[in-house]
């Protein structure tokens, strides 16, 4: 969707049950009929949303004339075109209907004339479900997306961290962790491979969801290229009733990519970005109609980025990534079908190692500690299909199914210093491994009044299955494993070691992997959201979650478990007043567990449940929203916990109370002026006292951009950004020489972003800065054979040009 020209459509079922759209088109007494409204003074953008809804009409406006109104209130049984006139009463907007389904807003200066062409290209879309988003900056009023709910977000009983498009380009956001940023309860540490490892709301999170199916069934997957995405929605809180069969998204939350789609709106886009340190990115996007009337739909996006060297030493990041996908858009039914290619190639990130736990016994940051082509490689290919159909006012179904494979391959060594005489080991590591995976999810939606009620039922079956893949490591020493590193020895590449160097150093008893297992998931889910008067919200939704797991013992014998769980949430919303909305929820968390105890037997899937309340404001004229919440999530076990590095120490917890604090603003607070900022406070305790590594207690983060002349179809601006977190506890690694694992304080920290940029409405071009005071900076967790550097100061300009 382009920054000038948002438009969006509120194509909604919600009618009486006796209403349907045939009788509407053929008998004038149909669109005469009348409904019942209730629609609060609000902004003019979501009232159209919620005017789509209870009419059961699609409404089409350009975002610009909706962006600066209010609507007036529309209470009691009108007709629909009365309750529209109603709602516009305020405005200088008028409104005509183009079809029996469909009325596009207009400027009322406009002319009236029937043989008029719509101010934006129109296509008659089956009422299937709201479809519209509104941004007005980083402030984002979503429909559907991660959550499957067709909501504004004032609507749903909990809190919704929302990265909009603006955002992700005012920032020169160039990753998925890099535009989560600012999000309150979020967290993601760099991991030895290259990919981020998420927490939220202090729980490990999975890989997230792409279109609301999984994004990867391991805990840590790869992530499509930003151009590729359309917004990020990060639901917080436990989200079992989603799902999701990737590892811990069920506790404090998941990560929600919205994927760009195909469009009538014509997109032909080049984007690109150098880095003070040798590296490139160039980027496509491209979209449009392939027929005369719009039937026929495409997107294609590519991606290339490539960097030479790290600053320390190490070859080079490759990325290659193309989407292509196809749409059709009939009068009652739409599907997209695509795919997606990545193969990423990252190297091992710069670290440095600690020998007694401080700072001051770092190893030299110009050090390589290990061999140049230490790297991991990630190939992930994904087949898609989204499908909706509407059969009439009142029912319709949606349809969406992927199959996806993944493979990755990594070699690095390890250096591990002696706390007490400073020598040094050195373990070379190597391993593979592969899964595939496939989820269908379908959901017949109804929506009709009850009483004086409001409904919008969800009847759901998921079902997937996934091979948790094959797993090969193979670990091993020069010599005996001491190397003079400080004095100038280098370890030769992983490639070059021969069989007989190979070790085992940890044995076959510390803990084990199920063999080659298949894990089946499915699931029954009844949801329904009601809209009680006016003021009130409620979300009742209960989920029966069950799997079976095929593995085998340790000795090879068969085994199978089978578990289910009902699972339940529960929410209200109350507005006091337009533009206030406090809201309170109990939602539960089921997670299964693949991998075997001690005594070779599946491990029992963990449970949480969680305690929300919060409210939400509108602000600076409905342009900004502040949202605020308490939570309290309680979790039965931990699940098992790996390092992200050799050794793999894993163990089972005891369980823990996570609770916290958030705070988050997001919006336009005066022309030109966007704001998208975050406070976090938090609380991780495990039940059996243990300290808990990078969990800091305080957060506060924020990015402010500025447009000098913001109605001007060109103009300059700047931005600037704070991040900002109190100290945390992080682990010196004495395991490997038989020590017990001791804790040491992570200082607190804070550093500054800052750019320009020139907006044009073809082109546009920033001059970026990250670190701008070049302050040493550590991750919130780590320990002391793996303290991943943080550059001290980067540089970036980028750009994009539509043609």
């Known amino acids: 969707m382009g920054r000038f020209g948002w438009l969006f459509a509120c194509g909604c079922m919600v009618a009486s049950p006796w209403t349907s759209r045939a009788a509407a088109a053929n008998d004038d007494s149909a669109v005469q009929a009348r409904l019942r409204f209730a629609i609060p003074a609000q902004p003019l953008a979501s009232a159209l949303i919620a005017y789509g809804s209870q009419a059961n009409v699609q409404v089409l406006v350009s975002g610009q004339l909706a962006a600066a109104l209010r609507s007036a209130p529309v209470q009691g049984e009108l007709a629909r075109e009365d309750a529209l006139a109603q709602l516009l009463r305020d405005t200088t907007l008028t409104y005509r209907y183009i079809g029996a389904t469909t009325v596009v807003i207009r400027p009322a200066s406009a002319p009236a004339s029937h043989a008029e062409t719509p101010p934006v290209p129109v296509t008659d879309l089956a009422p299937v479900r709201a479809v519209g988003l509104f941004a007005e900056g980083y402030r984002a009023d979503f429909a559907n997306g991660s959550v499957r709910m067709d909501a504004d977000p004032a609507d749903l009983p909990q809190s919704i961290g929302l990265v909009t498009r603006d955002l992700m380009d005012a920032r020169q956001d160039r990753t998925v962790p890099d535009a989560l940023r600012t999000v309150a309860g979020v967290q993601y540490l760099d991991t030895n491979v290259g990919l981020p490892q998420f927490f939220i709301r202090g729980f490990r999170t999975g890989n997230g969801l792409t279109d609301g199916m999984p994004n990867a069934v391991v805990g840590v997957g790869d992530l499509p290229p930003l151009v590729a995405v359309e917004r990020i929605e990060v639901p917080r809180g436990p989200q079992s009733i989603l799902g999701d069969v990737s590892a811990n998204n069920n506790f404090g939350g998941l990560v929600g990519l919205v994927m760009k789609k195909p469009q009538a709106t014509p997109v032909h886009r080049l984007s690109w970005a150098l880095g003070s340190h040798g590296d490139t990115q160039l980027d496509g996007d491209f979209a449009g109609k392939l027929d005369g009337d719009g039937r026929w739909l495409y997107r294609a996006v590519f991606s290339l980025d490539r960097t030479d060297l790290t600053p320390q030493g190490y070859a080079g990041r490759r990325t290659n990534y193309v989407a292509p996908s196809l749409g059709w858009n009939g009068r009652d039914t739409q599907w997209i079908v695509g795919l997606s290619r990545m193969v990423n190639r990252f190297p091992m990130p710069d670290h440095v190692a600690w020998s007694d736990g401080t700072p001051s016994s770092a190893t030299p940051p110009g050090l390589l500690l290990g061999n140049a082509q230490d790297h991991a490689q990630f190939r992930t290919t994904r087949y898609y299909y989204l499908f909706e159909h509407a059969f009439d006012d009142t029912w319709s179904l949606r349809s969406r199914a992927q199959y996806v494979h993944e493979s990755s391959m990594q070699q690095a060594w390890w250096v591990f210093f002696s706390p007490y005489d400073q020598s040094a080991f050195a373990l070379a590591d190597k391993y593979r491994y592969t899964d595939a995976f496939y989820t269908l999810q379908n959901e017949l939606v109804a929506a009709f009044e009850l009483g004086a009620t409001r409904h919008k039922v969800m009847l759901g079956f998921d079902y997937s299955r996934a091979r948790v893949g094959r797993f090969e490591d193979v670990q091993a020493t020069v010599g005996d494993g001491s190397v003079d590193i400080l004095g100038g020895e280098r370890l030769p590449p992983v490639d070059s070691l021969t069989s007989d160097q190979v070790v085992h150093p940890f044995g076959a008893s510390k803990f084990a992997f199920s063999g080659n297992p298949w894990i089946t998931d499915s699931g029954l889910f009844l949801q329904d959201q009601i809209q009680l008067g006016e003021r ?45 909305a406090l809201y309170a929820s109990l939602s539960h968390g089921f997670q299964p567990d693949t991998v075997l105890g001690k005594n070779g037997k599946p491990l029992l899937p963990a449970l949480s449940r969680q305690l929300e309340a919060g409210a939400k404001f509108d602000l600076a004229q409905d342009r900004a929203r502040l949202t605020v919440a308490w939570y309290r999530i309680m979790l039965d076990r931990s699940t098992d916990l ?27 607070l005066a022309p030109g002026l966007d704001v998208s900022a975050s406070y976090t406070y938090a609380r991780v305790r495990k039940h059996d006292g243990a300290p808990v590594p990078g969990a800091p207690r305080h957060r506060f983060d924020a990015w402010t951009s500025y447009t000098f002349d913001p109605a001007a179809r060109a103009s300059w601006g700047i931005g600037a950004g704070v991040h900002a977190r109190s100290s945390a506890i992080s682990l010196l690694d004495g395991n490997w020489f038989g020590t017990d694992r001791l804790t040491f304080r992570n200082p607190g920290q804070y550093s500054l972003d800052a750019n320009i940029f020139y907006r044009a409405p073809r082109w546009s071009v920033t001059l970026g800065v990250r670190n701008l005071l070049g302050r040493q900076l550590r991750a919130e967790d780590f320990d002391d054979s793996f303290v991943p550097l943080v550059e001290r100061r980067s540089v970036l300009l980028s750009g994009s040009y539509d043609f």
């Open 536 to 580: 009130w919200n409620a979300l009742v939704a209960i989920r029966r979650s069950a799997y079976v797991l095929e593995t085998e013992h340790l000795d090879g014998r068969p085994w199978t478990r089978r578990k289910a769980e009902w699972v339940p949430n529960l929410g209200l919303v109350y507005k006091p007043r337009p533009g206030v």
């Open 642 to 668: 790996f390092s992200p590095k050799p050794p793999y120490f894993g163990y089972r917890g005891p369980g823990q109370t996570n609770q916290g604090f958030e705070a988050e603003l997001n919006g336009r």
